[in-house]
């Protein structure tokens, strides 16, 4: 009912090691988050800015194409923070320099650049985590965006999210009760996004680190209902828990992410929910409930 294409997957070599630009990194998020990304661990070699190239953010160095980034640091990874009619350009750039992990946060990338780039992208075998995505991360190891530091406790719980906030504060919440997570994923809140749900299951499957999955949604969108499906398809034998946002919103609502559309009966809180339940997974009414569920099950 709800197919999945198949897309590159999380490699279990990308980590502490794993170089990684920023394009972007002179305006003020890629000055800020390429610090920060470097102070959590993650091996952040270089930027991209076309007009700044000999300059230094941060004390590296800057280029002024991906091409030339790639071959002086050997860059595997790019996280994008660039403005949303830029992004597919910037996405174009690092995918022609062999760049083949994708991290893109900027939300509202215009639908047909975004399609442009979802093509992009699977022709090239690369994945790209976003659009609207607060990032991906292995605890403990590096982390791709602007995940909160305090969410990240290193545990056997993967995790997967739409909303940004809503997921740092569970993550947190786990953390401090000694439940942590192996592979952090924000799929992001645009309607056309490199990676969803259902993608990630057979990684997640097969992932030695992760004995059991969280996924953090919201009403609107069928991803949660995919996921549901895929669970099923792939025979998925590991504990799944989940919270849906957005169960007391009023019917006709404007939710905040653009992929938050309803669609007849598909993309309500009630079709999300049984479709969940129906695959075995543990859905949970309330972020405490959640919290409480879990860590007993991990214990």
């Known amino acids: ?158 995790l997967m999210s739409k909303s940004g906030t809503l997921s740092y504060e569970a993550g947190y919440r786990l953390a401090q009760r000694g439940a942590g997570t192996s592979v952090w994923v924000g799929v992001g809140g645009d309607p056309v996004k490199g990676t969803r749900f259902a993608d990630l299951v057979p990684f997640y499957g097969a992932d030695q680190q992760t004995e059991a999955l969280l996924i953090i949604g919201e009403i609107g969108g069928v991803d949660e209902e995919e996921f549901a499906a895929a669970l099923t398809a792939h025979r998925f034998a590991k504990p799944v828990f989940a919270l849906i946002a957005g169960k007391s919103a009023p019917e006709g609502v404007t939710m905040g992410h653009a992929g938050a559309l309803v669609h007849g009966s598909h993309g309500t809180y009630a079709a999300k929910r049984a479709a969940l339940e129906a695959a075995g997974v543990t859905v949970f009414s309330s972020l405490n409930e959640m919290v409480e569920g879990i860590c007993a099950r991990l214990r």
């Open 1 to 158: 009912m709800f197919p999945c294409d198949s897309v590159a997957v999380i490699n279990p070599r990308i980590g502490r090691t794993t170089p990684v630009i920023v394009q972007g990194i002179t305006g003020r998020a890629g000055q800020l988050h390429s610090r920060l990304m470097r102070q959590y661990g993650t091996n952040v070699v270089g930027g991209v800015s076309p007009g700044a190239k000999g300059r230094e953010v941060n004390g590296l160095p800057v280029f002024a194409a991906c091409k030339e980034a790639v071959a002086a640091t050997g860059a595997q990874a790019s996280v994008l923070l660039v403005g949303a009619m830029q992004l597919l350009e910037a996405m174009k750039d690092a995918v022609a320099a062999g760049i083949r992990y994708l991290v893109t946060p900027t939300e509202g990338m215009p639908v047909h650049d975004a399609l442009v780039a979802q093509r992009l992208v699977r022709e090239a075998d690369a994945l790209w985590i976003g659009a609207s995505t607060p990032g991906m991360a292995i605890a403990g190891k590096l982390k791709l965006g602007f995940l909160p530091d305090d969410s990240l406790r290193p545990g056997p719980l993967g």
